[in-house]
């Protein structure tokens, strides 16, 4: 069939549809980008791609392969809204994600939201506390359906806003503090006690403790359940040898030769998380057989490749992965109305000693 005329310009008028060539569209097409294109009304292309079973199969037919065309995706966030629905996302929120927990913490969280049709968006606030209000308002004017978080420090009044908001917080490895929410936390007071108590039982005196800032709730449970097993064999807490705020492994190099080139050195360190203890690490493999080669080590988090480190070492393992999993539980009972509004939940996530290289 021969293309129309344009009486204006002498040439055969352009096909419309001709507008949006799909190697020349610019932008994110939109549904009138597609009604165009059909030749449709959007009102015809919305209901084609809702699947409304009224529409003539012809009709249905050019719709989408106009949507093919133009690569178009349906906004499911405006959609849910004007439908009364949630997002479908929710929000996590980190404070590093270079330490491998984290990441672990994040599989564990999207495995379970994941079965309840919703995605998870990660935000890392690198312990910034200012980070992390405004990554969390961000969120909260999203419409996030929920947010699962791992604390900066202990002042949280914007979680307890969002929850006031309506946005249903669930905190992971700190307790929440002002205010109600559900927490998934580490038994990080029995970990640290059991291996400081493992040092004490063969024969270390002189113990050293390399942890997170204080205002970190690990570190500091972390702090307590050491200096729980120093009292309980009869030896108070030596400050000399106490390192904390080292939140890399570079700090936790320098704390840690800080300590062995004391007068009187510990003959064992037991470093808080997993950043200390690779910190730790190359403090003892940078001072040598005489400096520190006789040194134990013991420290929280299990890792990748800690078997073959070539040392004796004990650490404190538990499955980071269920930490996520069981926030995201949580946080999936409160979203299903599984919950009662007014009982918070506190889940703990055991822990036990691994040996390597003894």
Do not use: W
Not at 102 to 121: I, N, P
Not at 184 to 190: A, I, K, M, N, S
Not at 292 to 314: N, S, Y
């Amino acid at each position: 069939m021969p293309a129309p005329h344009d009486p204006q310009s002498g040439r055969a008028a352009r096909d419309p549809r001709d507008r949006f060539p799909r190697d020349a569209h610019r932008g994110q097409p939109t549904l009138r980008d597609v009604a165009e294109r059909a030749g449709v009304s959007a009102m015809t292309a919305s209901r084609v791609l809702r699947d409304d079973p009224q529409v003539l199969p012809a009709t249905r037919a050019r719709v989408r392969a106009a949507a093919d065309a133009l690569g178009y995706r349906p906004n499911e966030v405006a959609r849910s809204l004007r439908l009364g629905r949630g997002t479908g996302l929710v929000g996590l929120v980190v404070t590093n994600l270079a330490n491998p927990f984290y990441s672990r913490l994040a599989l564990g969280v999207d495995s379970v939201v994941g079965e309840h049709g919703l995605k998870t968006v990660i935000g890392n606030t690198g312990q910034d506390l200012d980070a992390e209000r405004e990554l969390v308002a961000d969120l909260v004017a999203r419409r996030v359906d929920g947010i699962i978080a791992v604390p900066a420090g202990a002042d949280q009044r914007h979680l307890a806003t969002a929850v006031a908001d309506g946005v249903p917080v669930v905190l992971a490895s700190r307790p929440p503090e002002g205010f109600a929410a559900d927490c998934v936390l580490v038994d990080d007071f029995g970990g640290a006690r059991a291996a400081t108590a493992r040092l004490l039982e063969r024969g270390h005196r002189r113990i050293g403790f390399l942890g997170s800032p204080p205002a970190v709730h690990t570190g500091t449970e972390r702090l307590r359940g050491y200096a729980a097993a120093l009292a309980e064999a009869g030896f108070d807490v030596d400050a000399t040898f106490v390192r904390q705020g080292q939140t890399e492994p570079r700090q936790a190099t320098r704390a840690a030769a800080e300590l062995l080139a004391l007068p009187a050195p510990p003959t064992a360190l037991f470093c808080s998380n997993n950043r200390n203890t690779i910190g730790a690490f190359r403090a003892l493999r940078d001072a040598g057989v005489e400096g520190g080669g006789d040194v134990a080590l013991a420290g929280f988090d299990d890792f990748e490749l800690a078997d073959a480190l070539g040392l004796p070492l004990t650490l404190v393992a538990y499955d980071s992965d269920e930490l996520g999993r069981a926030a995201g539980r949580l946080l999936a009972d409160r979203l299903h109305g599984r919950a009662a509004p007014t009982e918070p939940r506190e889940v703990v996530v055991p822990t036990h000693l691994v040996e390597y290289g003894m």
